[in-house]
């Protein structure tokens, strides 16, 4: 478990987290949302401790992180594993080579890494491309080898900083799917950063909105949704979110779409009416 | 050839063997300093405000020293640097002074081009490193030098290319090899001949140099 206790945080004199509370239960899917630089990253960061802050603490299964030094604090680390928005993939090696990293960093033998890699190739679906370098491979394909990497040293808990922010709907489906699979089956807790609701609508079972730095709303997933909060409002531009909607359409506001017809009106381009 | 040219004769005796002594110059003088600014580079990198292991004292004395050392005029760095070589090398003379003198003009240069290459690298990765509870030294030896060191090779070539042009201004003082050949020969006897053959040699050390440089950049890719 996940809890977090009066965290403040700040870059100088800026408050960047203001008193945050927060519980994150074992197994679950949380996520949280807010709008760009409100402070969603740097909550996650403080998470594996690649952030310090001055105030308030967090224990993560009854252990207080804030001091983990040196060997500690890298074994504490194997705990978490972390995905990225860019992937961050070693470019110059091949997928296997990527996945392996964490394994080969902790003394792991040759023999070990091989099973493990392979073994887990295949439960992201990635085991045809391991010799690929990672500029051969599609978005979802190095997002997949992202979470392959994450996952190698069997961490408890996963770190999702807008690990699909990067990717096309349908990919972002994928991939959602992926960890959705992965908390089910193998009962890992995911922490999900996103700007995106459907990301949050989809998979998380609780989710947090902050804003100004703080906690602004916090509960199951549906109940945020059905009160279609003020907070929520902000995030998602007024749309109506307790209805049914199909969110791999993307929306374009009226006045964008007239004059993007307008322009193709304009250029005589034929755009199928 | 022009007439009185002793190229011919000189060729085996002098031109063979300088070539060798230029080679082996800058061979001995690139390993060092590569070795060290590879060492001082990194330093640089782990030490400064954004790195791994913050340390302004460090970080502020080794890019002072870097700097005005890099400040020097190649010819007039090899001249002050002569009673240090007499100490440290007995002499000033020849090529192992030459190596001694070399190696201290060009380390700078190699630690800054360390420096630039590794801060090439995505600071993600460094995170991703982090991450996963890798060692500080595992993030330089794993990440850091693995993705940088395609750069590091095209940077370290510039450096090479450099090296040449120091050890022919070494030859001006002593150090023998294909810059002294030029200058005695070429400079005060004035044989043409000699002195164009030698640039010559020295634009093919030129070319061969960018030329392996160029596969061994492509295969790295
Ligand atoms: N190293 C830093 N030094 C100073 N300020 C920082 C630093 N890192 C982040 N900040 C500031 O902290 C605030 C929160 O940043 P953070 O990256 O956590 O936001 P975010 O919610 O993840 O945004 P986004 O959705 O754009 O990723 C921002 O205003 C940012 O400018
Ligand atoms: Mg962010």
């Known amino acids: ?273 | 050839m022009g007439q009185g040219s002793r190229l011919i004769e000189y060729l085996p005796t002098v031109i063979v063997p300088a070539i060798w002594t230029t080679l082996e110059m800058i061979f001995v003088s690139a390993i060092l300093s590569i070795i060290f600014g590879m060492i001082f580079g990194t330093v640089l990198i782990l030490t400064d405000e954004k790195g791994l292991l913050p340390n302004k004292v460090i970080h502020f004395i080794l890019g002072k020293i870097t700097d005005v050392i890099r400040a020097f005029p190649t010819m007039i760095l090899i001249v002050a640097l002569i009673p240090l070589t007499r100490i440290v090398i007995g002499t000033s003379i020849g090529a192992n002074a030459a190596i001694f003198a070399i190696t201290i003009g060009c380390t700078p240069f190699a630690t800054r081009m360390t420096e630039n290459a590794l801060q090439t690298v995505d600071s993600d990765l460094v995170l991703m490193a982090k991450s996963v509870g890798a060692s500080n030294l595992q993030i330089v030896s794993k990440v850091l030098f693995v993705e940088a060191l395609p750069v590091l090779v095209s940077n370290f070539t510039i450096m090479l290319i450099n090296m040449l042009n120091m050890s022919a201004m070494a030859g001006a003082v002593g150090a023998g090899g294909l810059g002294a050949v030029a200058l005695t020969y070429g400079y005060q006897r004035f044989d043409n001949a000699i002195m164009y053959f030698v640039v010559a040699i020295l634009i093919v050390i030129v070319l061969l140099i960018q030329g392996l440089a160029k596969i061994i950049y492509d295969k790295l890719k």
């Open chain 1, 1 to 273: 478990m996940i809890e977090i206790e009066g965290l403040v945080k700040r870059y100088r004199e800026v408050k960047v987290l203001d008193n945050i509370n927060l519980k994150i239960n074992d197994g679950e899917i949380f996520g949280v949302v807010g709008v760009s630089g409100v402070g969603k990253s740097t909550l996650l960061r403080c998470l594996n401790l690649l952030e310090q802050w001055q105030e308030g603490s967090i224990k993560i299964d009854e252990i207080h992180i804030k001091n983990l030094k040196s060997k500690k604090l890298r074994e504490f680390r194997k705990n978490m594993g972390m995905v990225f928005q860019n992937f961050s993939l070693i470019e110059r090696e091949t997928v296997f080579q990527n996945i392996s990293f964490p394994l080969r960093c902790w003394g792991y033998s040759k023999e070990e890494i091989k099973k493990k890699v392979t073994e887990l190739a295949k439960v992201v679906g990635i085991e045809d491309k391991l010799q690929e370098r990672p500029k051969n491979l599609s978005g979802g394909q190095k997002q997949r080898v992202g979470i392959a990497r994450a996952l190698i040293l069997n961490p408890k808990y996963l770190l999702c900083d807008e690990c699909t922010s990067a990717l096309d709907p349908k990919t972002t489906n994928s991939i959602l799917e992926l960890l959705k699979t992965l908390n089910e089956k193998y009962n890992i807790t995911i922490v999900v950063v996103t700007h995106e609701m459907r990301v949050v609508k989809s998979i998380c079972h609780r989710m947090a909105i902050i804003e100004g730095g703080s906690i602004a709303e916090m509960g199951k997933v549906e109940d945020i949704f059905n009160e279609n909060s003020i907070y929520l409002r902000n995030l998602t531009g007024e749309e109506n979110l307790g209805e049914k909607e199909d969110y791999s359409i993307i929306k374009i506001p009226q006045e964008e779409y007239e004059t993007v017809v307008g322009i193709l009106k304009e250029n005589k381009i034929n755009y199928g009416k």
